[in-house]
């Protein structure tokens, strides 16, 4: 065979490769951020210190870059499980529910940490967010979405699980701790999620549009 035609069949191995890798596989076990844990969420203590004499909108920005980038900088490679309760990423266990209480506990949020991640999802939503909403179309979930406002965070729930949805740009993401193959903390499009996709009821409300509760977890 000659030498240009191992080549060409060579870089259409490669590019078929490519297209399979899933260009929502956010998550990087082996890309630590330099900070650890502890030191990030001292930073974040001081950051919402600034907040204070910053606006509401601010606040609800700055929030936003929390879940939708740091997550999952940090807790990637943390794997689920039905009673994980861990509070550092990469150490331990981590459940759905004790994805969302914690890292929000860790933000500065004054929340029943326990209590919530191991109450119904409806619960936690309820607790936490405004403008809640229930759908058994996924399609109609998808509309909803579609006219939020962009940098919005939702905590959603499903049949047996529940996540973070945030919204950016256009693109929706499911920030999830994934119990399909315990693979643990996600982020995936919403339309790429099998977890979420798999569920046949949808009960979504949002954190950031609820102005009470941010404008409390400023002030704290």
């Known amino acids: 065979m000659k030498m240009t035609t191992c080549i060409s069949i060579l870089f259409m191995m490669l590019s078929s490769c490519q297209l399979g890798v899933s260009k929502t596989d956010h998550f990087k076990a082996n890309q630590r951020p330099k900070k650890t844990y502890s030191e990030f969420l001292l930073e974040v203590a001081e950051e919402r210190e600034k907040l204070k004499d910053k606006t509401l909108a601010d606040a609800k920005e700055y929030f936003f870059s929390l879940v939708n980038e740091k997550i999952p900088d940090y807790w990637a490679g943390t794997p689920w499980d039905f009673n994980g309760v861990t509070r550092t990423p990469g150490e331990g266990k981590i459940a759905c529910g004790y994805f969302i209480t914690n890292t929000m ?14 109450a119904a999802s409806s619960v936690l939503i309820k607790a936490t967010c405004t403008n809640v909403k229930n759908y058994a179309d996924f399609e109609k979930l998808k509309t909803y979405l579609a006219d939020a406002e ?10 047996f699980h529940t996540g973070y949805i945030t919204k950016e740009k256009k693109d929706c993401y499911f920030i999830h701790s994934n119990y399909i193959g315990n693979k643990g903390p996600t982020k995936e ?7 979420l996709n798999a ?3 949808w009960m979504i409300g949002s954190i950031s549009a609820n102005d009470e509760f941010m404008q409390k977890w400023v002030d704290q």
């Open 105 to 118: 506990v860790d933000f500065g949020f004054d929340i029943e940490r326990v209590k919530l991640a191991q």
């Open 150 to 159: 962009e940098h919005s965070v939702f905590i959603v729930g499903l049949d």
């Open 199 to 201: 569920s046949k009821t």
């Open 189 to 195: 499009l919403i339309d790429e999620s099998e977890a």
